[in-house]
């Protein structure tokens, strides 16, 4: 994507993550929900079904699984477990090295898949 300026969106937070320390420590902090978001979404995109589908699978709200894959609010690991079981998966969370989580700027402009994902 292409800002109005000339230029994209991951040069632009590339710049940010090298140079401005408080925003890549908040970058860092909330990852992990984006990557879930990204999980949750990616998953249910797979099985072709809305996001009041997978709520109703799961017992919840058509709203608490679009707040999920927004990224913006901390995902509740029993609902993760939750979606997982929805798609006869489980849940897997394992630790990586700092390194690896940000390792290249570039690789941080964009949600890794891998630090929480379904099985």
Do not use: C, W
């Amino acid at each position: 994507m292409i800002s109005p300026i000339g230029r994209t969106v991951e040069e632009d937070i590339r710049e940010a993550l090298t140079n401005e320390p408080e925003f890549r420590g908040e970058y860092e902090r909330i990852q992990p929900y984006y990557d879930a978001a990204f999980e949750v979404a990616m998953l249910r995109a797979r099985h072709n079904l809305t996001q009041e589908e997978l709520a109703r699978r799961i017992g919840t709200t058509k709203s608490a699984i679009s707040r999920l894959e927004s990224g913006r609010h901390k995902p509740n690991v029993d609902t993760l477990n939750r979606v997982a079981r929805a798609f006869g998966k489980r849940l897997v969370i394992r630790f990586e090295d700092a390194e690896e989580l940000t390792g290249g700027v570039g690789a941080a402009a964009e949600p890794h898949s891998g630090a929480m994902a379904a099985q």
